[in-house]
C-alpha cells in the first residue's frame, strides 16, 4: 500500500488495488501451510501465473464449450504445480509436512497424491474468496460507509497497535464492519449440484444431467431479517439482542452452515480483520470517480478503484 499511497500523492489518480491484494492473498495462504521456509513459498510465489491459470479454468468445468479451452489450460497448468507440490512433499518427509497437515491420532497419513490435492483445494478456496473479501472490504469503506461509521471504527483502532492478537479480534466495531462486508458481498454464494435423476421442483420436471444452483447468498438480503439490505450499515451486527442473533442464525451464512461449514473461516476472518486494521491505521483510502467493477461468479467480489494515502499525507485529501 505504501507504493499506491505514494503513486496517488504523484498523480492525484485511483489506483487499481485488485493485483497487489491477490498476491497478498496468495503470499499469506502459502505461509499458512508450509511455514516459514523460504525457500518452498519462493518456488511457489514464481509459479503464482500457473496459479491463476489453474483456478480460472476451473470455473469453466460445468461450461461444455469451454472445456477444451480455459479448462483444458488450467489441467496443463494443474499437472505443473502438481509436479513442484510432490517435490516438497518429498523433501520433507522429514520434518513430517503431511502429518502436520493432514495425519490423525492413529498415525494414518494420506498419500502423496491425496496430499497434494488437498494443497490445492486449501488454495484454491482460500485464495479467490480472501482476495474477493478485501476487495469488497476497500469497496464498502470507501463507497458506501456512512462518515460516522468511519469514525466510530477509526476511533476504535486509535489506540491499538495490532500486535496483541486477541485485543485486535476483540474489536467490536472492526467486527461488525467485517461481518456487514460478508453480508453484502459474501465470496461464495451459491452451490451447484449436478442431478443424477430427474426431479420434480414445484411442478417442473428437471432432467437428469441438469446443473442447478442454489443462490444462498439471497438470504442476506432477506429485509424481514435484514431492513434496507442494499445499505451497507455496520449498527446491524452491533449490540444484537437476542431476538435480532436468532433471526440472523440461518439467515446470515458467509462461510456455510453445519456440517459443511467452511473449514478456514476463522483463518478468513483473522486475515481481513489484520488486513483492514493495518490498512486503516496506517493509510487514508478516499473514493474515487472511476465505478468499482462487480463480479459474482465464480467468486463474488468488488473489485475499487480508489486513492490511497499515507496518515501523515492526510491532510491532503
Keep these: 500500500m505504501a507504493e499506491f499511497a505514494t503513486e496517488t500523492q504523484r498523480t492525484n489518480k485511483p489506483i487499481d488495488t485488485h493485483h497487489n491484494i491477490k498476491l497478498f492473498t496468495f503470499n499469506a495462504i502459502l505461509f499458512f501451510i508450509f511455514g516459514s521456509r523460504t525457500q518452498d513459498v519462493q518456488i511457489l510465489q514464481a509459479n503464482f501465473d500457473n496459479f491463476v491459470i489453474w483456478m480460472a479454468g476451473l470455473g469453466d468445468i460445468f ?4 472445456m477444451n479451452g480455459p479448462f483444458a489450460k488450467a489441467m496443463v497448468a494443474r499437472t505443473k504445480l502438481t509436479s513442484i507440490l510432490l517435490a516438497i512433499i518429498k523433501e520433507r518427509q522429514s520434518d513430517g509436512l503431511n502429518k502436520i497437515l493432514f495425519g490423525n491420532h492413529e498415525g494414518i497419513f494420506l498419500s502423496d497424491n491425496e496430499l ?6 486449501m488454495i484454491f478456496v482460500g485464495h479467490d474468496t480472501s482476495t474477493g473479501s478485501i476487495s469488497s472490504s476497500i469497496h464498502y469503506w470507501a463507497n458506501e460507509m456512512a462518515p460516522e461509521e468511519k469514525e466510530m471504527l477509526l476511533r476504535e483502532i486509535e489506540d491499538v497497535d ?23 458481498a459474501a465470496p461464495a454464494t451459491a452451490i451447484l449440484r449436478k442431478l443424477n435423476q430427474d426431479a420434480d421442483i414445484l411442478g417442473h420436471v428437471v432432467p437428469s444431467g441438469s446443473v ?3 443462490p444462498y447468498g439471497a438470504l442476506s438480503y432477506n429485509p424481514d431479517v435484514f431492513p434496507e439490505p442494499n445499505k451497507f450499515n455496520i449498527a446491524r451486527f452491533l449490540d444484537l439482542s437476542a431476538q435480532d442473533a436468532k433471526k440472523q442464525a440461518y439467515a446470515y451464512s458467509p462461510f456455510g452452515l453445519g456440517a459443511r461449514q467452511c473449514l478456514g473461516m476463522h483463518l478468513a476472518r483473522l486475515e481481513l480483520k489484520i488486513f483492514m486494521f493495518q490498512l486503516l491505521k496506517s493509510f487514508v483510502v ?10 459474482g461468479f ?20
Design 286 to 295: 478516499l473514493k474515487s470517480d472511476i465505478p468499482s467493477v462487480i463480479e
Design 162 to 184: 495490532g500486535t496483541n492478537m486477541t485485543e485486535l479480534l476483540a474489536l467490536p466495531v472492526l467486527d461488525a464492519f467485517m461481518k456487514e462486508v460478508l453480508r453484502m
Design 298 to 317: 465464480p467468486v463474488m467480489m468488488v473489485k475499487p478503484q480508489v486513492k490511497v494515502l499515507s496518515v501523515l499525507e492526510k491532510h491532503y485529501a
Design 63 to 66: 461450461i461444455p464449450e469451454f
Design 116 to 121: 497434494v490435492d488437498n494443497l490445492l483445494v
Design 212 to 214: 442447478l444452483m442454489l
